[in-house]
């Protein structure tokens, strides 16, 4: 196992929690760079006139934001893996009952962020709220399971 993550004598860090480490980090990294160029974009119309936010071309970022953190999510994953191969393929029982623990607890979001669009969608709400509601779900899904994971792996859990 390696001691990247920790500084103590003797630690180390399951490979599992790597992967938690590098999802977390590529969720929220990647919705950094949405809000930014989605924001960016907001009140500059070609006539130097305020445009309104339902208005900015939001489609285009969403995409490639999606797309790039699910590329870096791989690549990085791909790295860790090469960096220690002997560790990429061990999963024990306490792995996999984290991974299940922190599915579980992301799941939540995911379904607030469709019960969301939902509700926004049956009042009328522009494709831009809807989009987003699904957008940032998705994006707190993966960040509690991830923190979920971790905090497991760091002081432990209660395995029912």
């Given at each position: 196992?390696?001691?990247?993550?920790?500084?103590?004598?003797?630690?180390?860090?399951?490979?599992?929690?790597?992967?938690?480490?590098?999802?977390?980090?590529?969720?929220?990294?990647?919705?950094?760079?949405?809000?930014?160029?989605?924001?960016?974009?907001?009140?500059?119309?070609?006539?130097g006139d305020g445009v309104p936010l339902t208005e900015?071309?939001?489609?285009?970022?969403?995409?490639?934001?999606?797309?790039?953190?699910?590329?870096?999510?791989?690549?990085?994953?791909?790295?860790?893996?090469?960096?220690?191969?002997?560790?990429?393929?061990?999963?024990?029982?306490?792995?996999?009952?984290?991974?299940?623990?922190?599915?579980?607890?992301?799941?939540?979001?995911?379904?607030?962020?469709?019960?969301?669009?939902?509700?926004?969608?049956?009042?009328?709400?522009?494709?831009?709220?809807?989009?987003?509601?699904?957008?940032?779900?998705?994006?707190?899904?993966?960040?509690?399971?991830?923190?979920?994971?971790?905090?497991a792996y760091r002081w432990g859990f209660q395995s029912w």
């Amino acid at each position: 196992m390696s001691k990247f993550f920790y500084t103590g004598a003797g630690a180390v860090v399951a490979f599992e929690e790597k992967r938690a480490w590098i999802t977390g980090v590529v969720a929220i990294a990647g919705y950094a760079v949405y809000l930014a160029l989605v924001l960016g974009r907001w009140g500059t119309g070609p006539s130097g006139d305020g445009v309104p936010l339902t208005e900015v071309p939001y489609v285009t970022p969403l995409l490639w934001t999606v797309g790039g953190a699910i590329a870096a999510a791989i690549l990085l994953n791909i790295a860790v893996a090469v960096a220690r191969p002997g560790e990429a393929d061990v999963k024990d029982q306490r792995d996999k009952e984290i991974g299940r623990l922190g599915e579980h607890a992301g799941q939540s979001f995911l379904v607030i962020g469709a019960v969301t669009a939902l509700i926004l969608s049956m009042a009328g709400a522009d494709r831009f709220w809807i989009s987003n509601a699904l957008y940032l779900g998705f994006v707190l899904s993966a960040v509690l399971g991830s923190v979920v994971k971790l905090a497991a792996y760091r002081w432990g859990f209660q395995s029912w």
